[in-house]
């Protein structure tokens, strides 16, 4: 609040001004395990693009082709059914998590979290520890300042630039990606996408950091739906570390005291800043930070360890053993989601064994409904004929539904018998026309059907449509 006196006017802030935070550095088993998810997931993010299946790559979204490679997948726009599924099998996977152990995932394996976590390594790297940023953030700007700041935005922007670059080449071949980068002969669409993501990955993760935990994601503001007494969170143990209170190490703990020494290095660990003693908070991330170093004090205290730490309401509550906590995961709810769970994988998985290696649309000639030619009356179609095997297949192309129905592929590769090759993962646009006895049939629209099979793996697909005979 600010006051004018010469105007007599009053200014109130409804807004704290945000205080960074700087994050202590800690060593524990949970901070390995962070570390783990890092390597694991980067490795996939970063050498997936890289991998080759035959002569193509491996994982692929080709949405100039509209094409999809997933190994020895190939999918199309039509196939859109697979993807709703995965978002589905993917949204009740993340429910299943949270119900049994909280956000983890936020902790472990979100990319904020990931890049955070790398960012604040290099800035640790050139800046120092959380004292040193500190310091250097307050001093007066001079060369020393400057070469810091200078050398770790470079690195960060950097290494933004290459994870932009290989965002981008998962739906532009990576291997044809990179020569076009470094000759700048890259396309405007795919030097956009690389920038973008790059700016994307160096914002959050170098300047934003928290806040999109804290303000832009919506996990922390539904989560709370999910959780219930027995889902497994970071917990701070009221009973045993209260009253807090600093003291020597020779204080005994339970008397006067609780365990808690009140030394806020929870609080200055923790990645979004808060206080895991005030109890669970939707800032909460869940990665355990606070347990590695509430650890490292209880041992040099000589008390036990275990005041914070992942556990349940009910298991914080009631005292109860690590065994007690595990015996309640298979609850109704979770039940509920594994079994839903099950179904949609198992449902995919048999769709995707037994689909089909190609697949045909009908379309009529809207340009011209009915033709006579000589004592003939021909529908004129096309059909798209997509071949989602990676071999050269022909297909035999055959019509039903009329008495002495003729089939004319007027493309075809083999005329008389009506067959036609499609290329490897390609489709082929190709004019037929069904031909019958002028008089023949009634005046009016008859149901027919073209029947396309492919010769190499016999598969068969039946596609239905209409013949029209003019009034």
Not at 122 to 138: C, S
Not at 243 to 262: F, T, Y
Request: net charge positive; hydrophobic share 45%; proline share 3%.
């Amino acid at each position: 609040m600010s006051k004018n006196a010469s105007q007599g006017e009053t200014t109130i802030s409804l807004y704290e001004a945000q205080v960074k935070i700087y994050p202590r550095s800690i060593i524990g088993p949970l901070a390995r395990w962070r570390w783990v998810m890092v390597w694991l997931t980067q490795l996939f993010f970063y050498g997936m693009p890289w991998i080759q299946w035959g002569q193509r790559q491996a994982l692929l979204f080709n949405l100039e082709s509209k094409r999809f490679f997933i190994f020895g997948l190939i999918f199309y726009p039509q196939d859109l059914i697979y993807l709703t599924v995965l978002l589905i099998i993917s949204a009740l996977s993340l429910f299943l998590f949270t119900a049994v152990a909280g956000r983890l995932w936020c902790g472990y394996a979100c990319p904020q979290t990931v890049y955070t976590e790398i960012f604040l390594w290099i800035e640790a790297k050139i800046e120092g520890d959380r004292a040193a940023r500190m310091k250097l953030d307050n001093a007066p700007l001079s060369l020393q300042k400057f070469a810091k700041k200078f050398g770790k935005h470079f690195v960060w922007i950097a290494f933004a630039l290459w994870t932009g670059f290989t965002f981008v080449g998962y739906f532009t071949p990576i291997r044809e990606l990179l020569p076009d980068i470094l000759h700048g002969s890259a396309g405007a669409w795919n030097t956009f996408w690389v920038m973008f993501y790059g700016f994307a990955t160096y914002g959050n993760a170098g300047f934003m950091r928290e806040q999109v935990c804290k303000y832009m994601c919506p996990y922390a503001r539904f989560q709370s739906v999910m959780f219930d007494d027995d889902t497994l969170i970071v917990t701070y143990d009221e009973a045993r570390g209260e009253p807090r209170g600093s003291r020597s190490r020779k204080v005994v703990e339970g008397k006067n005291l609780g365990a808690c020494i009140d030394c806020t290095l929870c609080v200055q660990v923790c990645p979004t800043g808060i206080d895991i003693r005030k109890g669970l908070q939707i800032e909460c991330i869940g990665c355990g930070a606070c347990a590695d170093v509430c650890d490292t004090v209880m041992d040099k205290m000589e008390y036990s360890r275990g005041l914070i730490k992942y556990s349940t309401n009910n298991g914080t509550a009631n005292n109860w053993s690590k065994k007690q906590i595990l015996a309640r995961i298979l609850r109704p709810r979770v039940l509920i989601y594994t079994g839903v769970l099950w179904l949609l994988i198992i449902g995919m998985a048999v769709s995707l064994v037994y689909r089909e290696g190609f697949r045909v649309d009908v379309v009529r000639d809207r340009g011209v409904m009915a033709r006579l030619e000589g004592d003939k009356l021909e529908n004129v179609y096309r059909l798209q004929v997509m071949n989602a095997t990676e071999t050269m297949q022909r297909y035999k192309i055959s019509a039903t539904g009329l008495d002495n129905l003729q089939v004319d592929v007027e493309s075809g590769n083999d005329e008389h018998n009506n067959i036609i090759a499609v290329k490897p993962a390609e489709t082929r646009g190709v004019a037929v026309d069904l031909e019958i006895a002028d008089g023949s049939v009634s005046q009016g629209s008859h149901k027919i059907a073209f029947v396309i099979k492919a010769l190499d793996t016999n598969e068969t697909i039946t596609e239905k449509s209409i013949f029209l005979v003019p009034r």
